[in-house]
């Protein structure tokens, strides 16, 4: 008899009691039936020789696996060995003569419900009931039976690796017929991508071991020298490699693991994708990604948690900043300037996290958002002349809103004469202005020394003779020094902040300025945001993913103690959705010289359809 113990997907441990041979696999016949999708019907035979114990391989597309090694006919097998099989490890306990009758019988009623792939993480718990719970149908099931005799089974029912590879041929073939919509993929390509995840996971390994990167000073080389280099050593790895199997696409196998080591793992691809806006990493093998608004599931996946940990690491310390047990959470900045955010263990409970925002590869104009169905041709005309009227203004919105986007296309409104100062937590604007000083804050080292707020820079800029300040969102206590920078001298401030309404976006001020510590009545708050704040635009996104602006409000003073606004512009959704004038003519352009190049019909309570078709 044979005593094995099984962790299962959840990570929860049964120890089973089996006769030999044993036969393990998919099928129900078999002796111990792992239902998976990355196991074969009849994946791997346990038997008894005169030498010992050997497991034999049948020659499956994902392998069997014993201590890390993948293997065709292995033994003698000892206790302690781990056995990997799809999904499950299997670790011999102890081989005996025979086992307790009582335990023997649990043994084959045992069965335990546990999610697919897809639901891992759920940590379903295990029941010994031998049934799955009504509300969870599609859960696959270990069962434990008396082992049965199997015809064929000294060799007519083990496929041998000839066989492997022209079931492979007919594999490829059923590929073709699925759909490439992401939502219905065969068992068949679900396996030979789950086989390719293992062997690119051993040539990662094979490749670090070779170059030494972890002991290797690669500051002296560039990023080509590296990759090129990488490349070379993996080429003659993959080309002595006889584990890959024949199907294997060696050539972007070598790039997907060179990625991997050296630079951004499968990101790489993503981030290339002009169409792909925010890259959302939830584990090492789940990937979602935005394109038009609309999230989804990507195929592609690291190697392993470590995998993402170094890629993390490579993005954060050419920034000066670390991310480590102690300091688990940081965000960065791509060379491209796209936005990082990257969380680890113990804070993220499921696997390292990374989401990356990207940003237009060209530099976008108020047209492009106009072409876009964002705002009307006229709400468009007025923030610009607003911004070449020294106007200040805040743009409010929720997460993913595109708050960023909006301040990057105003701020390059301001004229080429100016003296810009931006200043961010984490640098994500891309001004082209001639004259312009970018600012970043940065976070305190090991020794929680160094560490330069927002708030500090804020206050070293008003020492810099700026023309106009950009924050890029405030979020604190640097609010009083932002709206003391704009009723001093610095008109035509710029800044965002979170806020799910104009009036939200007041009250949000108000709480950041008492965030200040300066022990300011309310009233004296709210007159010194009433005087630092011209206008108010609220961008907000759609259930459709279409982002667009939904309101322009002008802060027009104190009344009653309130702070008093009224809407210049609003989006109405319609049907048919439009932009529409408010028929008000803001105060600040009520002068002779203050609307001279604005027409006063833009203002009059017209409706400008926003687009015609639905977002694709």
Not at 300 to 309: G, H, I, K, P, Y
Request: hydrophobic share 40%; glycine share 8%.
């Amino acid at each position: 008899m044979l005593e094995l113990d099984v962790r299962l997907q959840n990570g929860t441990i049964r120890r089973v009691a089996l006769s030999l041979p044993l036969d393990i696999g998919r099928a129900p016949e078999c002796g111990l039936t792992l239902k998976s999708w990355r196991v074969a019907r009849r994946h791997a035979r346990i038997e008894l020789r005169a030498a010992g114990m050997f497991i034999v391989d049948t020659g499956t597309l994902i392998g069997t696996f014993v201590n890390d090694q993948h293997v065709a006919d292995y033994g003698p097998l000892q206790p302690g060995d781990e056995i990997m099989i799809g999904p499950y490890l299997l670790r011999i306990h102890a081989v005996e003569e025979q086992v307790s009758p009582s335990w023997g019988q649990q043994a084959c009623t045992m069965s335990a419900e546990l999610a697919a792939d897809t639901l891992v993480g759920n940590s379903q718990q295990l029941t010994m009931s031998g049934h799955a719970p009504s509300a969870l149908p599609d859960l696959a099931e270990l069962c434990v039976h008396t082992q049965k005799p199997i015809s064929g089974a000294e060799g007519g029912t083990h496929q041998s690796i000839n066989g492997a590879a022209n079931e492979s041929h007919l594999i490829t073939q059923r590929m073709c017929m699925t759909s490439s919509d992401g939502h219905q993929v065969s068992p068949e390509r679900e396996a030979m991508a789950a086989a390719m995840a293992l062997h690119r996971r051993r040539l990662h390994g094979q490749l670090l071991e070779a170059l030494d990167l972890r002991r290797r000073d690669v500051s002296s080389l560039s990023d080509a020298a590296l990759r090129a280099e990488a490349s070379t050593v993996l080429h003659q790895i993959i080309e002595g490699d006889t584990l890959l199997p024949i199907w294997a696409d060696r050539a972007r196998l070598l790039d997907e693991v060179v990625n991997e080591a050296v630079g951004l793992g499968p990101l790489e691809a993503l981030l290339a994708d002009h169409r792909v806006s925010e890259i959302m990493v939830k584990r090492h093998d789940e990937l979602f990604i935005e394109v038009e608004g609309r999230l989804r599931r990507h195929p592609a996946c690291f190697s392993s948690e470590q995998a993402v940990r170094e890629v993390m690491e490579r993005i954060v310390a050419p920034l000066g900043r670390r991310i480590d047990e102690s300091s688990p959470m940081v965000d960065a900045r791509l060379p491209d300037g796209s936005r990082v955010n990257a969380v680890i263990a113990p804070i993220a409970l499921r696997g390292n996290s990374l989401t990356i925002r990207k940003f237009p590869d060209r530099r976008l104009s108020m047209q492009d958002l106009v072409s876009a169905g964002s705002l009307s041709a006229d709400m468009s005309m007025f923030l610009a002349a607003c911004v070449r009227a020294r106007k200040n203004i805040v743009v409010s919105g929720g997460t993913g809103s595109g708050k960023t986007t909006l301040l990057n296309i105003l701020s390059n409104c301001i004229a080429d004469g100016e003296r810009v100062i931006t200043i961010e937590d984490a640098a994500e604007l891309r001004l082209e202005h001639p004259h312009l000083v970018a600012l970043e804050a940065r976070p305190a080292n090991t020794e929680g020394r160094g560490q330069v707020k927002i708030r500090d820079l804020v206050r070293n800029a008003l020492r810099m003779r700026p023309d106009r300040i950009v924050i890029g969102e405030c979020r604190g206590e640097e609010a009083f020094d932002m709206l003391a920078a704009m009723n001093t001298g610095h008109e035509g401030s710029l800044t965002t902040l979170h806020a799910n309404s104009p009036r939200d976006a007041l009250a949000r001020l108000e709480t950041m300025v008492l965030m200040a510590g300066m022990s300011l009545p309310l009233s004296a708050v709210r007159e010194h945001i009433s005087a630092s704040i011209d206008f108010i635009v609220q961008q907000s996104r759609l259930g459709e993913g279409r982002r667009l602006v939904t309101s322009i409000v002008e802060v027009t003073g104190m009344e009653s103690g309130r702070i008093q606004t009224q809407e210049v512009f609003r989006f109405r959704p319609g049907p048919p959705p439009g932009f529409e004038g408010c028929g008000v003519v803001p105060e600040c352009f009520r002068s002779s010289d203050g609307h001279a190049s604005l027409s006063v019909s833009m203002f009059e309570s017209r409706f400008m359809p926003a687009w015609t078709d639905s977002p694709s």
